[in-house]
């Protein structure tokens, strides 16, 4: 079988101008072998801009956003949101695959950005309520540990709940998915909003509370923090393990947070495909998946790279 060579290259940038940049970067040296995956979270505009600039050059682009945490990307349970042509996807599958659970292929490049930001929103908001919820039930007095039983047993529980409650609770901020980050997202999403004369009061009101924790000089911490403003008393030493009540997230409720990796790098490898009995990566120009004696050390690679870049998800 004849294999043909391609260099991949994975761009983990924090926002849009670092992209841009990168992608005017990269375009000096791309050529026809290159497949560039950008994994930011930006506007739908940048990310088909960075593409236009990458694909000048006969190089594939390919916009794979993602969802999930450190863990995740560890044993490869990662969820992407792709948005490229049908045959960059084929391109690109085996090396998505090592690392995810599942690829949901968006449509056109922009539009993984869209629904990434979207989810976002769902993210911040919730976190924002859990954090007014808990400041409710405090003021009346009653044990925060109860409001968790209490929403376990509830419709409105999900994913988010799970890992932010008992944080907010401990008063434990440090990051998984950091402030600036989130906040940086909810200005993308009220920017899409106004050029689309949208009136997003939700993702207003969380943009708002996450501004004031950056002011406060808090925008290292996770995003959680937005609960600071109502518990100015030490956390309690110890919380109640609710873990044993909790009953599986339904079939909407995504089990990890749907955050991004921001780390201001670039991860550049060589997909170097040949006829040698174990390749690192394989690519067939019909886009078939790679030699079975290729999967081991393939996913093993990519785990450890998606795990160094997911430092600040959940």
């Known amino acids: 079988m004849n ?47 960075a593409a236009e600039i990458v694909e000048r050059r006969g190089a594939r682009f390919i916009e794979a956003a993602f969802t999930g945490s450190k863990p995740a990307a560890e044993t ?27 690829v949901i292929h968006v449509g056109a490049i922009g539009q993984a950005s869209a629904i990434k930001i979207a989810t976002n929103m769902l993210t911040a908001a919730t976190a924002q309520a859990a954090a007014e919820a808990l400041a409710l039930v405090q003021a009346l007095g009653l044990a925060p540990a109860k409001f968790v039983e209490a929403m376990c047993a509830n419709a409105s529980y999900s994913g988010t709940l799970a890992m932010k409650l008992p944080k907010m609770i401990e008063r434990n901020f440090e990051p998984q998915f950091s402030v600036k980050h989130m906040l940086k997202d909810m200005q993308l999403a009220s920017q ?35 609960a600071r403003k109502y518990f100015q008393d030490p956390g309690p030493a110890a919380y109640e393990d609710q873990q044993t009540k909790q009953p599986q997230s339904g079939a909407g409720e995504a089990g990890i947070e749907s955050a991004e990796s921001e780390t201001e790098s670039i991860a550049t490898y060589e ?26 050390l393939r996913r093993g690679f990519l785990k450890q790279l998606l795990s160094r870049f997911s430092s600040e998800q959940e």
């Open 76 to 102: 490869g349970e990662l969820v992407y949101y792709v948005g490229a042509s049908d045959s960059a996807l084929r391109e690109a599958s085996p090396i998505l695959e090592a690392s995810s659970k599942q």
């Open 3 to 49: 294999w043909i060579q391609r260099f991949v290259m994975l761009v983990f940038v924090s926002d849009d101008e670092a992209l841009l940049q990168t992608a005017e970067q990269l375009g000096e040296t791309l050529t026809s072998r290159h497949v560039v995956l950008a994994h930011s979270t930006v506007a739908p505009d940048s990310m088909r801009t």
């Open 271 to 296: 997909a170097v495909v040949t006829a040698t009995e174990e390749p690192l990566l394989n690519f067939s120009g019909s886009g078939e998946a790679p030699a079975e004696a290729a999967t081991p």
């Open 192 to 226: 899409i909003a106004v050029s689309n004369y949208l009136d997003l009061a939700v993702t207003a009101a969380a943009r708002d509370q996450l501004f004031e924790q950056m002011q406060w000089g808090h925008g290292e911490d996770d995003y959680s923090a937005v």
